[in-house]
T-cell receptor
Framework: AQRVTQPEKLLSVFKGAPVELKCNYS??????LFWYVQYSRQRLQLLLR??SRESIKGFTADLNKGETSFHLKKPFAQEEDSAMYYC?????????????FGEGTQLTVNP | DSGVTQTPKHLITATGQRVTLRCSPR?????VYWYQQSLDQGLQFLIQ???????AKGNILERFSAQQFPDLHSELNLSSLELGDSALYFC?????????????FGEGSRLTVL
């Protein structure tokens, strides 16, 4: 079975400070990991995926298989980054697939 | 709007009742996923349909059932409702079976059971 853990429900930083949202996972197969974000009054949407190794809105995330982690980082937080962030793991089977989400971290960036 | 649409947005009902939540996927998407989000809990996967067929199942209660119709819209039926079923129910869609991991979410249906 797969599991995603986000240890911090709430995270508060000041504008311009670095931010790291933690995500740990457990999965016996080869994981595919993602970060989703939900801004206020908007739908949940994909932020980035580990396979793309991309930086989106200044955020990056590196998959560390040894530590089974996929932490989301940004060197200089902005107020518009305030949102709910969910880490998710894809468990693909031949018949179907699902995304398993963590409980989410509410990030607040203070001016 | 060609995104995922869910109806109703809000629903209040009593224990023991039955409700149906409806979801229309994005144009061209064949997969529909249902998730439940309760207070203090993350998104719990319920069930996935692909082109009318059930493909993956999560911890969906026996009192809950779903289906996907030929026009690809989906319905989630919740019966014998209990107070604990109060939650936000999200529908999401994707083109295939999660090839890129990108799900497109609806705004959710908030169910309150009194």
């Amino acid at each position: 079975a797969q599991r995603v853990t986000q240890p911090e429900k709430l995270l508060s930083v000041f504008k311009g400070a670095p931010v790291e949202l933690k995500c740990n996972y457990s999965y016996s197969g080869s994981p595919e990991l993602f970060w989703y974000v939900q801004y206020s009054r908007q739908r949940l949407q994909l932020l980035l995926r580990h396979i793309s190794r991309e930086s989106i809105k200044g955020f990056t995330a590196d998959l560390n298989k040894g530590e089974t982690s996929f932490h989301l980082k940004k060197p200089f937080a902005q107020e518009e980054d305030s949102a709910m962030y969910y880490c998710a793991l894809s468990a693909r089977k031949t018949s179907g697939s699902r995304l398993t989400f963590g409980e989410g971290t509410q990030l607040t960036v203070n001016p | 709007d060609s995104g995922v649409t869910q109806t109703p947005k809000h629903l209040i009902t009593a224990t023991g009742q039955r409700v149906t939540l409806r979801c229309s996927p994005r144009s061209g998407d064949l997969s529909v996923y249902w998730y439940q989000q309760s207070l203090d809990q993350g998104l719990q996967f319920l069930i996935q349909y692909y082109n009318g067929e059930e493909r993956a199942k999560g911890n969906i209660l026996e009192r809950f059932s779903a289906q996907q119709f030929p026009d690809l819209h989906s319905e989630l039926n919740l019966s014998s409702l209990e107070l604990g079923d109060s939650a936000l129910y999200f529908c999401a869609s994707s083109k295939g079976t999660l090839g890129t991991g990108e799900l497109f979410f609806g705004e959710g249906s908030r169910l309150t059971v009194l």
